[in-house]
């Protein structure tokens, strides 16, 4: 079906706007990690366990709503996917104990996972040329990670840490009737599509088995638990061991995101020219670099937001590690493999939450981020190791 430029332009906006929203809902928690254990008096062990099940639960459902959008249509699933991202915003904002915050969470999670494979397939229908539009849409993410933080933070001085995290849950809202009145629905692609013979255990095995896609899944994991250990206790981190007030914590971590976003296309253009592990190497160096700075530095001012803009920069290997996934997967796989993948390494690397929360807890931050630090320096020796030994992974 032919699209208008403005029909396309409608789409690429609404879509952003939505993983703008659906990101934003979820990082709108991480800057009251202190307020939130606090309010049900219990640990920050506890609270990463929570954001632990909300990425986990993101992160299976990537596989299987991709097959949603091929048997119900993408736009559906959007607006599915949209609708449970705004309650499980609004159930965490209002939720009277622990028990209740960690299945709003959930609730949260499996929205947000459900958005990200349709809202990508929505835009490969409509656009013959996708790269500049999925670039585009991937900025929404850590353009929702530098407002919504900061924003939040900023209500919450006022109204508390409840009323800043729905400021996420606004922004998935917005989506939510922009992609009601902006993109037109379409016939679905395979109506009889069936997840079960989807997720054919020997045909899972068969793909992740093999050595390439193995090795790209580590660099993955070791990637996403960063990321993770990241979005989930870095303000909290600066607030306890640099002493930053919630509100500057929260500029920080806008700071961050603003860097991920800027330079992301950098490192897209180095692994187009020059391989994905010469993006990917780099950037795991220069993140480890700035934690360490975080960690075993001075403590001065400018110690401070030198580590902070290192993490920013270094957050970029998400496009190269998958781009180092696609190439290992012929035309009639690389949606199933691709999302298979996707799902591993970010259901793995999402105990980066629970895990942080509870060397923090138990040894403090440093041991906490110094093993943040070592996975990172890891990742970068067996890229060496991999290239210099010449072992084809």
């Not at 703008?20 to 307020?35: D, E, K, T």
């Not at 996917?81 to 609730?107: D, K, N, Q």
């Not at 970029?316 to 796989?333: I, L």
């Amino acid at each position: 079906m032919a699209e208008t430029r403005s029909g396309k332009a409608k789409a690429l906006l609404s879509a952003t706007t939505a993983n703008f929203g659906q990101f934003g809902a979820r990082v709108a928690i991480s800057p009251f990690v202190l307020a939130i254990a606090a309010e049900f008096s219990t640990s920050k062990s506890l609270i990463g366990l929570v954001l632990t099940g909300m990425w986990a639960t993101y992160a299976l459902m990537q596989f299987p709503s991709g097959v949603f959008a091929d048997r119900y249509g993408e736009r559906r699933i959007v607006l599915v996917a949209l609708a449970m991202a705004v309650l499980g915003s609004i159930f965490v904002a209002v939720s009277p104990s622990l028990v209740v915050f960690a299945v709003a969470a959930l609730v949260l999670g499996l929205g947000a996972g459900m958005y990200f494979a349709p809202g990508t397939a929505l835009l490969d229908r409509r656009f013959t040329g996708t790269g500049r539009a999925f670039s585009i849409h991937s900025a929404g993410g850590p353009l929702a990670g530098l407002a919504v933080p900061v924003v939040g933070t900023w209500v919450a001085a006022t109204y508390g840490w409840r009323v800043g995290i729905l400021v996420g849950g606004a922004g998935a809202l917005a989506a939510l009737a922009m992609a009601l009145v902006a993109v037109e629905g379409r016939p679905p692609t395979n109506p009889n599509a069936a997840l079960r013979s989807r997720l054919n255990r020997q045909t899972v095995m068969k793909l992740l088995s093999r050595p390439v896609v193995a090795f790209s899944t580590v660099l993955g994991v070791i990637g996403m638990y960063v990321f993770q250990a990241t979005v989930s206790f870095f303000p909290t981190f600066l607030q306890e061991h640099h002493g930053l007030t919630q509100g500057n914590a929260g500029l920080a971590m806008g700071v961050t995101f603003l860097l991920i976003a800027f330079v992301l296309p950098f490192a897209g253009e180095a692994a187009d020219r020059w391989g994905p592990d010469h993006a990917v190497a780099p950037t795991f160096l220069v993140t480890a670099t700035g934690f360490a700075t975080l960690i075993f530095g001075p403590g001065s001012s400018v110690a401070l937001w030198v580590g902070i803009s290192l993490i920013g920069v270094g957050l970029t290997w998400g496009g190269a590690v998958q781009a180092r996934v696609m190439r290992e997967f012929d035309d009639d796989e690389r949606g199933t493999g691709f999302g298979l993948v996707r799902t591993v390494f970010i259901l793995l690397g999402s105990v980066g939450n629970v895990a942080t929360g509870v060397l923090a807890d138990m040894f403090g931050w440093p041991v906490a981020y110094g093993v943040v630090v070592g996975l990172l320096c890891f990742g970068v020796a067996i890229l060496v190791i991999n290239r210099r030994l010449d072992l084809g992974l």
